[in-house]
């Protein structure tokens, strides 16, 4: 089973940009389906970005779509999150996740509840 860290979040302002990495070890994300999810105090958790090579696939939810973009490097194994833009509403732990099951994100969206590996999680703070 791939073992996730997320890394690179923090305090930022509203407008500001942070970019956050999922670094995987114990299994190499080629083939994998990786989602970004978030969650806000006292909210359900979010599914807001997901990417399958294999699929060919890529997803934005629309509340982040245009200013946030997924990205990866293989020779890495990591996998990032641009955020610019930043609202005091992104304010969220993210939890980077991944799954072998590539067909499991989709264009039109993926359910993170489903994914077998999870990272702890990296806190995002929008504020002045």
């Known amino acids: 089973q791939v073992q996730l860290v997320e890394s690179g979040g923090g305090l930022v302002q509203p407008g500001g940009s942070l970019r956050l990495s999922c670094a995987a070890s114990g299994s190499t994300l080629d083939y994998y389906a990786i989602g970004w999810v978030r969650q806000a105090p006292g909210k359900e958790r979010e599914g807001i970005s997901c990417i399958s090579e294999r699929a060919g696939a890529t997803y934005y939810a629309d509340s982040v779509k245009g200013r946030f973009t997924i990205s990866r490097d293989n020779a890495k194994n990591t996998v990032y999150l641009q955020m610019n833009s930043l609202k005091p509403e992104d304010t969220a732990v993210y939890f980077c996740?991944?799954?072998?099951?590539?067909?499991?994100?989709?264009?039109?969206?993926?359910?993170?509840?489903?994914?077998?590996?999870w990272g702890r999680g990296t806190q995002v703070t929008v504020s002045s």
């Open positions: 996740a991944a799954d072998p099951r590539y067909y499991y994100c989709s264009d039109y969206g993926f359910s993170g509840a489903n994914f077998g590996s």
